[in-house]
């Protein structure tokens, strides 16, 4: 289309004055107490559809480009029209919100996703993961850089990580990871394509009984595994066995579920600790032998000393990634898409790495020790024992 401005002023005289500028000189969002929230939301709005329906009049062919199609999503994301065909800002009440996945929340870059973690760290943007040796007596180096949709679970990085580290010849013996990357599945698929063992804690029961610490929870329940029944606290036993059945989540394990039938649970004298209506009868879910046996043996595992001072050289690569978010501002994308994003974290680890590599001594021998803090010199002054770990000194 030729003399794309023109054929823009043709469409709104505004544009051709100041009021144009003032308009669109600065991004157009709500604000946290505006005067008139929606004012300007919807006179944008409306000129972005007037905007398409020239462009679809005049340019039929740049319907297909990118930043139309970019328009487009994002006025149907957050545009809807009412029975009398007003346009309206669409909201969680009225008119629907697009899920995070799919939904577009930066004009410069349509790949990028809102994310939230926990109730405080929200970003938009992707995700980055990064894995590091920790070896005590040498450097320790970034050998995997993965940059993934900020709307996905971590655990599912993890099975990428592994391939792409066996590929270079860089896997460990033993991956010490966060919380949210252990999966019980991934777990046994590192073992067992793998042979690496990941280290973390496992996600805690998340029934009603385990979260208030009251009633018979799973582990209350034996599980026969070659007689295909689970017996309860009060000696009965399950009258069906069923599954395994699939996850819709890849992260989470197949299940199989034991039930009991309501005449065994109605008489129970402690039924209400087991479910709290009259109608029903109690369900147990639970993964399969292999699995378990391995869930069992892990939640174990986290609860002595000697794997909580093991994991706890992990937390080393919390320096790392405030190393480069804070001091290298990996945060902050330079590029657009997710695959330039990817390159940029690359070349960031990169730099890290030749930055500590060019601080080791030419003689091999192992860098000085970090200067302890002031409060590490304050318990010293007082006598006062300064664990390894503070998770070790957790009561």
Known sequence: MKNWPAQLRTCWPAWSTRSGGRRYGRPVRLGK?????????????????????????HAADRLSGPRVQALRQIMVQNYYRDGTSRLRWRTAEDGGLPPSAVAVVSPYDPTARYARRGHVTRWKGFVAHLTETCDPDSVNVITD????????????????????????GLLPAEHLVDGGYTSLVHLEQAAREHQVTVTGPLPVNSTRQHRKNDG????????????????????????????????????????????FTKSQCRPCPVRTRCTTTTDSARTVGFPPRELRDLQLRVRAEQQTPE?????????????????LAHGHGMRRCRYRGQRKAHLQHVFTAIAANIERLSRRSPTGEAPPSRPPTAFQNFLDQHGIPRPRSWRSARD
């Open 33 to 57: 107490n505006p005067t008139r929230p929606k004012t300007r939301i919807l006179a944008t709005g409306g000129d972005a559809v007037r905007l398409l329906e020239h462009v679809g009049e």
């Open 145 to 168: 850089v993965a940059t993934t949709d900020a709307t996905g679970y971590d655990a599912k990085a993890l099975p990428g990580i592994h391939t792409r580290l066996d590929r270079r």
């Open 216 to 259: 018979f929870g799973r582990d209350d329940f034996h599980i026969d595994f070659d007689r295909q029944q689970v017996t309860c606290p009060q000696g009965e036993t399950s009258a069906g066995w069923h599954g395994p059945y699939p996850t819709s989540s890849p992260t989470a394990a197949p299940l199989i579920v034991a039930r």
């Open 307 to 323: 794997w909580q001072a093991r994991y706890a050289v992990r937390s080393g690569v919390e320096g790392t990634v405030n190393e």
